[in-house]
């Protein structure tokens, strides 16, 4: 099984389709991952819409791939990088592919490096469509990323009108808890983290502002950390209200009235 440590990974670039300011972020992230390997840029490097990639090209190792637009409007990067793409797979000597692009045109792509058991990574802006995004094995929002010496913002900015609404956070934990608790309602930290991870794969604690999963747990005031030993969530009790229910005596005086 590879680890991040020995997993080779394909960096594949859409850079008709990707800002030139994310490139040193977004190969930072990748090598979270494991190393990367390959690393291409695709694109009409003749085309003005390009003017300045040439340092982040160089600074980062990333071979830039030529194609020509052929046809107006339409984008015949995507073609070549699915070619390249599925050769590298046939080569065998990868562990994962690393998708940087906000475009639908790779779901396919992704579903079938995935059905030939590599992992894949996705790198897109929030307005990255959701069938792409749930392709990947992780789906990692371009917007979200910072060097290390920079703080995670503690709010993310407004998407604008192009972005997909982040899915609704306390729906997301709970069910989490839920489906990986145990009897005492307890669920371990890592668990939840899998379960998250399998289930959204553009779950990340930075779409929320927060670096960490853990530290995301501990702003949810309907959820109790436990971090002696390993750090265990569960969420909190419902406070159930007991009515109490007040007889009235019956003295003997109105008991003989009764009868």
């Known amino acids: 099984m590879p680890t991040p440590e020995n997993a080779r990974i394909a960096v594949l670039i859409d850079a008709d389709n990707t800002s030139k300011k994310y490139v040193e972020l977004l190969i930072n992230e990748v090598a979270k991952y494991g190393t990367p390997t390959v690393k291409r840029a695709y694109g009409d490097w003749t085309s ?8 982040e090209l160089n600074r980062n190792a990333i071979v830039p791939i030529q194609q020509f637009a052929y046809t107006q409007g339409k984008n015949s990067t995507d073609s070549l990088l699915i070619i390249d793409a599925m050769d590298l797979l046939y080569t065998g ?13 790779f779901t396919s792509l992704a579903t079938r490096l995935r059905e ?13 469509p959701e069938p792409f995004r749930t392709a990947c094995t992780r789906f990692i929002f371009l917007e979200v990323l910072s060097k290390d010496d920079e703080p995670v913002q503690e709010q993310v900015d407004e998407p604008d009108a192009e972005s997909a609404p982040l899915p609704d956070l306390r729906k997301l934990l709970t ?7 145990q009897d005492d309602g307890w669920a371990h930290l890592g668990s939840v983290g899998n379960y998250l991870s399998n289930t959204s794969s553009s779950f990340d604690p930075r779409n929320y502002g927060f670096g960490r999963l853990i530290t995301l747990l501990r702003d949810q005031d309907y959820l109790d ?30 008991a003989a009235k009764k009868s």
């Open 48 to 55: 003005n819409h390009l003017n300045g990639w040439k340092n």
């Open 93 to 105: 000597n990868l562990d994962g592919f690393a998708i940087v692009s906000s475009d639908s045109d």
């Open 116 to 128: 030939a058991g590599k992992a894949v990574y996705g790198l897109g802006q929030r307005k990255t």
């Open 175 to 181: 069910s989490a808890i839920n489906a990986t608790s």
């Open 225 to 254: 950390i436990d971090t002696e030993g390993s750090p265990t969530v569960r969420l909190k009790p419902k406070q159930t209200t007991t009515k109490v229910v007040t007889r009235k005596r019956t003295t003997k005086k109105a």
